[in-house]
C-alpha cells in the first residue's frame, strides 16, 4: 500500500472494523506508521482525526509499536486544531511517562485546554489527566492543577466531574 492509498483508505474510514483492519495492516507494515503521523501533522487533511483514530487501534495491540512516536504525539497534541485528534493523543499520551520529554509549553497547553469553554470535555479530561500526571514528579503544580479542577468541575458533564473526583483524592 502507497502513501496515497493508505491515505484515501483512512479518509474513507467509517467503521470501527474498518479502522481495525487498517490498524492490522499497518503493524504488519511498520514504515506505514510514519504515513500516519504525516496525515495527522498535514493541516490540509479534514480527516487526520481518522489518522488518530487508526493509531489508537494500533496502540491497543500493539502499543510497543508508537513507544518511538511519543516526542511527535505531544507536538501534535499542542498543535492540533482538532478535538477528535486531541483526544486520542490525549488518551495515547496519558499511557506514558512524558514527564522528562515535555516542556512548560506542554503544561500550559494542557491548562489552557482545560479551562477553555469550547474545547470538548474528552479533551478536558485527558488534558487534566496528563497535568496530574506530571505533577507526580512536578509538585509545585498540584496547587493550581487542584484549583482549576475545582473550578471547572461544577461547568462540566459528568465525565469530567468523575475523573475530577479521582483526581482530587490524590492530588
Not at 481495525?20 to 507494515?29: S, V, W
Not at 507526580?136 to 468541575?153: M, S
Amino acid at each position: 500500500m502507497n502513501e496515497e492509498e493508505l491515505f484515501q483508505k483512512i479518509e474513507s474510514c467509517n467503521s470501527k472494523q474498518q479502522a481495525l483492519f487498517l490498524a492490522g495492516h499497518i503493524a504488519k507494515n511498520k514504515p506505514l506508521i510514519e504515513l500516519i503521523f504525516a496525515l495527522m501533522e498535514d493541516p490540509k487533511h479534514k480527516k487526520a482525526w481518522k489518522a488518530a483514530w487508526v493509531l489508537d487501534h494500533i496502540y491497543q495491540d500493539n502499543p510497543n509499536l508508537i513507544n518511538t512516536y511519543v516526542n511527535k504525539m505531544i507536538n501534535l497534541f499542542m498543535l492540533s486544531d482538532n478535538d477528535s485528534t486531541r483526544r486520542i493523543l490525549g488518551k495515547l499520551l496519558s499511557f506514558y511517562d512524558i514527564t522528562e520529554k515535555v516542556d512548560g509549553n506542554f503544561v500550559n497547553t494542557c491548562f489552557d485546554l482545560l479551562q477553555h469553554e469550547s474545547v470538548a470535555v474528552a479533551v478536558k479530561v485527558h488534558a487534566m489527566q496528563l497535568l496530574f500526571n506530571i505533577s507526580q514528579t512536578y509538585p509545585e503544580l498540584r496547587a493550581e492543577l487542584k484549583l482549576i479542577i475545582e473550578e471547572q468541575t461544577n461547568n462540566n458533564t459528568i465525565a469530567f466531574k468523575a475523573r475530577a473526583k479521582r483526581l482530587l483524592r490524590k492530588l
